[in-house]
């Protein structure tokens, strides 16, 4: 297989660096051709048994916004309530979500029992579905960066809660909720290495058997 050049695999390494999980939105709308082409990454993902499982909602209504907001502020206060002392202050300071702003938000599923791929590579390991699904979220990411757009995954979510207020069929599983949108700022540090909440390692433990 002929490599890329040395200048396209220095951006791609620069692109690397410079996706970050994004919380600050500007309310700046995105324009339907650029989500779509951002979207449109998905077709190119990985699949187990090319099941291509992944199901997308768009969350645009104003009751389907707010009750996805609901939702984080309950699960967020729940999950404070898990801290102690110093780690709590820090939790309590956070940013988590950019839901109050971002002008695109996504919720991505799993379709557990999808016909197609017949089920090839997914009896032994069904999970496969799902890893699948949080491919092709990366590779979405990705894409959104390199056009200039944050992408914030929220995960202080009930998926149970969400997917009844979202109206979707049973098999489907919560994977991924995207904010999604121009960042207030970019920065190739995450926020909360920046905030002190924790380090990010500098070397990549690897183990030999």
Same mark, same amino acid.
């Given at each position: 297989?002929?490599? *890329?050049?040395?200048?396209?695999?220095?951006? $791609?390494? /620069?692109? $690397? /660096?410079?996706?970050?999980?994004?919380?600050?939105?500007?309310?700046?709308?995105?324009?339907?051709?650029?989500?779509?082409?951002?979207?449109?990454? *998905?077709?190119? %993902?990985?699949?187990?048994?090319? +099941?291509?499982?992944?199901?997308?909602?768009?969350?645009?209504?104003?009751?389907?916004?707010?009750?996805?907001?609901?939702? *984080?502020?309950?699960?967020?206060?729940?999950?404070?309530?898990?801290?102690?002392?110093?780690? +709590?202050?820090?939790?309590?300071?956070?940013?988590? +979500?950019?839901? &109050?702003?971002?002008?695109?938000?996504? %919720?991505?599923?799993?379709?557990?029992?999808?016909?197609?791929? &017949? #089920?090839?590579?997914?009896?032994?390991?069904?999970?496969?579905? /799902?890893? &699948?699904?949080? #491919?092709?979220?990366?590779?979405?990411?990705?894409?959104?960066?390199?056009?200039?757009?944050?992408?914030?995954?929220? &995960?202080?979510?009930?998926?149970?809660?969400?997917?009844?207020?979202?109206?979707?069929?049973?098999?489907?599983? $919560?994977?991924?909720?995207?904010?999604?949108?121009?960042?207030?700022?970019? +920065?190739?540090?995450?926020?909360?290495?920046?905030?002190?909440?924790?380090?990010? /390692?500098?070397? $990549?433990?690897?183990?030999?058997?």
């Amino acid at each position: 297989m002929k490599s *890329f050049s040395q200048d396209f695999q220095n951006d $791609l390494a /620069r692109l $690397l /660096r410079w996706r970050r999980d994004v919380r600050r939105f500007r309310t700046q709308p995105v324009g339907e051709t650029l989500l779509q082409e951002c979207l449109n990454s *998905f077709l190119n %993902a990985p699949s187990v048994g090319l +099941s291509e499982p992944w199901r997308i909602v768009h969350v645009k209504s104003p009751a389907c916004r707010t009750a996805a907001y609901e939702n *984080f502020k309950t699960a967020n206060a729940q999950a404070l309530d898990g801290y102690e002392d110093e780690k +709590s202050k820090k939790y309590a300071n956070l940013k988590l +979500s950019g839901m &109050s702003e971002a002008p695109v938000q996504l %919720a991505i599923y799993c379709d557990e029992e999808t016909p197609k791929g &017949s #089920g090839l590579g997914a009896a032994t390991m069904p999970e496969m579905r /799902r890893y &699948s699904v949080v #491919g092709a979220i990366n590779l979405f990411w990705l894409t959104a960066r390199a056009k200039g757009l944050g992408v914030g995954w929220v &995960s202080i979510l009930d998926p149970v809660q969400l997917s009844h207020d979202l109206q979707v069929p049973k098999t489907w599983r $919560l994977v991924a909720y995207l904010c999604v949108g121009w960042p207030e700022t970019v +920065s190739k540090t995450p926020e909360l290495e920046e905030l002190g909440w924790e380090d990010r /390692r500098n070397h $990549l433990p690897v183990e030999t058997r």
